[in-house]
Every structure is written in C-alpha cells, then in structure tokens.
T-cell receptor, first 114, second 114 residues
Framework: AQSVAQPEDQVNVAEGNPLTVKCTYS??????LFWYVQYPNRGLQFLLK??????LVKGSYGFEAEFNKSQTSFHLKKPSALVSDSALYFC????????????FGPGTRLSVLP | GAGVSQSPSNKVTEKGKDVELRCDPI?????LYWYRQSLGQGLEFLIY????????KSGLPSDRFSAERTGGSVSTLTIQRTQQEDSAVYLC????????????FGPGTRLTVL
C-alpha cells in the first residue's frame, strides 16, 4: 500500500529565508509525486509534480522539489520565502502498482513571518 | 478555461436530513474524484470515477454515502441521514485520466450538520 508522511505539522520561517517542507513516501511500485498548496477557504492548487527524469522539479511561484529515491523523499523548497507563501501544503503520491488513487499527506502549515 | 466548480459552496443541514453536493469537472476530463477534508486536516479519499468504468468506492465511510456521475461529466455526492461527524469540506477534483495527470480541485462545499 502507498503512504505519505509530512513529519512537521508547522514550519515557521522568516521572510527572505529559504524554506523546506518535508515529505516522505512509501510505495511498492514507482511513485508519482505531487505538491499542492491550500490557501484559507480555498481548494487545493497544484504546485509541481515528479513523474520521471530529472530529480529536481521546478513548479509554480518559485517552488521546487527534489526527488530522492534512496531516501524516499520529495521535499518542497523555495530559496526565498514570501509572506504570501503562508498556507497549508500537501504532498501526495500515486503508486504505479495501485492504479489511480492518490494518497495525501496530513499537510504542513507554513507560516512566513515578516 | 473554466476550472472545476462545486455547488453549493456552503450547506447547513439538520441531523438526519439528506444532502446532495454537485461537482462540474473540467470539460474533457475523464477522471473525477471526491475527497473529504475535516477542519485543518488532510484529505480523505471517498470515491473515484474513470470514464465508463465501475467507480472505485473503497473510500466511502458508510452506506449513507453514495455518488453518481451522469454522462461522464457532472457528479453528485449524496449523504443520507446526515450525522454531525459528516461536517467537513467536500472537495471534488478532475483529471485527464492518465496516472501521471494532475488533479485539479474545485473550491469545495462546506457542509455543517447541526
């Protein structure tokens, strides 16, 4: 079965500093990995995904994520955080051995302090 | 183009009543998903439709929950005899249907059961 962990419920970072939101996964096949962001009272917005190829994936709003197969991780990063990045971030995985279902992590709340 | 739309945006009902939640996916998207998000929590998979195939109902929490997708487009999630624990935001997402395709989410329906 597939699973996703986001070990930090909350991440605080000062504006202008780099940010990292962690994600680890477990699958039996190969993973398709996704990051979504949720602003208050809004649906989820797609940020980026890893399917195959280059381990470093670049996405919307200056975010990027690095796929690390040996560590089964897909951490989300941004070189310089903005206050407007404050939101709830979800990592999701789809296991190629388990059809179409996504499994979402519990979410990490990012607060960027001015 | 238009994104995923959901209606109503908010629904308040009394315990024991039935409710219907509607999802209009992105035109041309063959896959449609329903999720439930309790306050400040992650996403719980409910049901998945793909084209004309039998839906994956493995996430429905009880037989009070059902969903239909008519004509391969609009979907309705029905909750019968609502309970207070059904209070949550119900999110719909659609995709083109390939396992690597991104899911695009609607804004959600906030259901409150009094």
């Amino acid at each position: 079965a597939q699973s996703v962990a986001q070990p930090e419920d909350q991440v605080n970072v000062a504006e202008g500093n780099p940010l990292t939101v962690k994600c680890t996964y477990s699958v039996s096949g190969n993973p398709y990995l996704f990051w979504y962001v949720q602003y208050p009272n809004r649906g989820l917005q797609f940020l980026l995904k890893y399917i195959t190829g280059d381990n470093l994936v670049k996405g919307s709003y200056g975010f990027e994520a690095e796929f690390n197969k040996s560590q089964t991780s897909f951490h989300l990063k941004k070189p310089s955080a903005l206050v407007s990045d404050s939101a709830l971030y979800f990592c999701a995985v789809r296991d190629t051995d388990y059809g179409q279902n996504f499994v979402f992590g519990p979410g990490t709340r990012l607060s960027v302090l001015p | 183009g238009a994104g995923v739309s959901q209606s109503p945006s908010n629904k308040v009902t009394e315990k024991g009543k039935d409710v219907e939640l509607r999802c209009d996916p992105i035109s041309g998207h063959t896959a449609l998903y329903w999720y439930r998000q309790s306050l400040g929590q992650g996403l719980e998979f409910l049901i998945y439709f793909q084209g004309n195939s039998a839906p994956d109902k493995s996430g429905l929490p009880s037989d009070r929950f059902s969903a239909e997708r008519t004509g391969g487009s609009v979907s309705t999630l029905t909750i019968q005899r609502t309970q207070q624990e059904d209070s949550a935001v119900y999110l719909c997402a659609s995709s083109l249907g390939h396992p690597t395709d991104t899911q695009y989410f609607g804004p959600g329906t906030r259901l409150t059961v009094l």
